[in-house]
């Protein structure tokens, strides 16, 4: 079965850094690029960044570049996501997304961003 | 990178079909065929439904189609079930290793 697991979450104040950590199983997870998206309270889906399989290669949404960084260790079968300089409208759940059509979301990990 | 257009909500009663829409540019849904559309029920992590404009993961119903015409794609659910009733987002490759959601369609089942 396949599962994404979110882990890392919690509230932080303005201008401070999270580290988000998705742990996979199920499935090889050295063989699938690998997303985030995040959803406001009570907004829609947005992506956030994807990652190549070897993570050689990593795009961001414009809202995040040069503050989010995407990485993975495929020895661990975990994916990361460092946030830092984080804003009030950074708030929200994240989500770690298999790639393949954005197949597979992991249950998602609050991110609360006030002071 | 603006977010797809979709209707705010629609409605249908059970049996019925109801097609919801989801308008891009000529920089996403109009140039791939890398339209996507997710159910998502309150509280619960989205559910892809259809991929590549078209296609059906297993286990998703028939009763749930795709298609596209220029830059605007369309989901329609056929006869309604009350478990239908959900939020319902599409989403499109946009180039450049990017992907962009819409903004999300509520659907009432009547």
């Known amino acids: 079965e396949v599962q994404l697991v979110e882990s890392g979450g919690g509230s932080v104040q303005p201008g401070g850094s999270l580290r988000l950590s998705c742990a996979v199983s199920?499935?090889?997870?050295?063989?699938?690029?690998m997303h985030w998206a995040r959803q406001a309270p009570g907004k829609g889906l947005v992506w956030v960044s994807r990652?190549?399989?070897?993570?050689?290669?990593?795009t961001y949404a414009e809202s995040v570049k040069g503050r989010f960084t995407i990485s993975r260790d495929n020895a661990k079968d975990t994916l990361y996501l460092q946030m830092n300089s984080l804003r009030a409208e950074d708030t929200a759940v994240y989500y770690c997304?298999?790639?393949?059509?954005?197949?597979?979301w992991g249950q998602g990990v609050l991110v609360t961003v006030s002071s | 990178q603006s977010a797809l257009t979709q209707p705010a909500s629609v409605s249908g009663s059970p049996g019925q079909s109801i097609t919801i829409s989801c308008t891009g540019t000529?920089?996403?849904?109009?140039?791939?065929?890398?339209v996507s559309w997710y159910q998502q029920h309150p509280g619960k992590a989205p559910k892809l439904m259809v991929y590549?404009?078209?296609k059906r993961p297993s286990g998703v119903s028939n009763r749930f189609s795709g298609s596209k015409s220029g830059n605007t794609a369309s989901l329609t659910i056929s006869g309604l079930q009350a478990e239908d009733e959900a939020d319902y987002y599409c989403?499109?490759?946009?180039?450049?290793?990017?992907?962009?959601f819409g903004g999300g369609t509520k659907l009432t089942v009547l």
């Open positions: 590549e404009v078209t």
């Open positions: 000529s920089s996403d849904v109009g140039t791939y065929n890398l």
């Open positions: 997304v298999r790639d393949d059509y954005l197949s597979y």
């Open positions: 199920g499935f090889t997870f050295s063989g699938y690029w």
């Open positions: 989403c499109s490759y946009a180039g450049s290793g990017t992907w962009v």
């Open positions: 990652i190549k399989t070897d993570g050689s290669n990593t």
